[in-house]
């Protein structure tokens, strides 16, 4: 998504999930990892989400890292966008808007698509290279845009 944003869209990817400790709602003081997430998310203008379905939610570490976010306001009135890789992943993707909906973030239905990457078995080069893919995403980020 960050190498087919239109001009003017910063998209940064956020790659410290594995990081982040074990969700426990007694800790007073969050670490210093999930202080940084939490600061990230509250400079960001938008976020976008995508998980893969695992057992019939979304994965342990997505929800690890909002859980964390539950009990402030990095989410409040936030546009969120959801993506979803397969048609066929329908529980993730209605457990991640659960999710962020309780967490008072704004879903914006013309930004949160479904891309058709079941079973497409491609690289990300394949990915960027194809227009139909490049063209759901670019109109996914405008739509997140035109919502801030």
């Known amino acids: 998504m960050a190498d087919v944003a239109p ?3 910063e998209v940064r990817l956020y790659d410290g999930l594995g990081q982040l400790p074990l969700f426990n709602p007694d800790v007073a ?4 990892v999930v202080a940084a997430l939490r600061e990230a998310l509250l400079a960001a203008d938008a976020v976008v989400i995508a998980s893969p379905e695992y057992a019939h939610g979304v994965t342990g570490a997505i929800k690890n890292g909002l859980d964390w976010m539950v009990g402030n306001e990095s989410f409040i009135n936030k546009p969120v966008a ?4 397969s048609p066929r992943a329908t529980h993730a993707y209605a457990s991640l808007r659960e999710t ?4 008072s973030a704004r879903v914006v239905e013309a930004a949160s698509i479904t891309l058709p990457l079941l079973g497409a078995n491609l690289s990300e080069e394949a990915m960027r290279a194809d227009p139909q893919i490049c063209g759901m995403l670019r109109a996914a980020l405008l739509a997140l845009k035109a919502d801030q």
Request: charged residues 5%.
């Open 7 to 9: 001009p003017g869209i």
């Open 29 to 32: 003081e969050p670490p210093a």
């Open 82 to 85: 959801l993506l979803n890789a």
């Open 100 to 103: 962020i909906s309780v967490m």
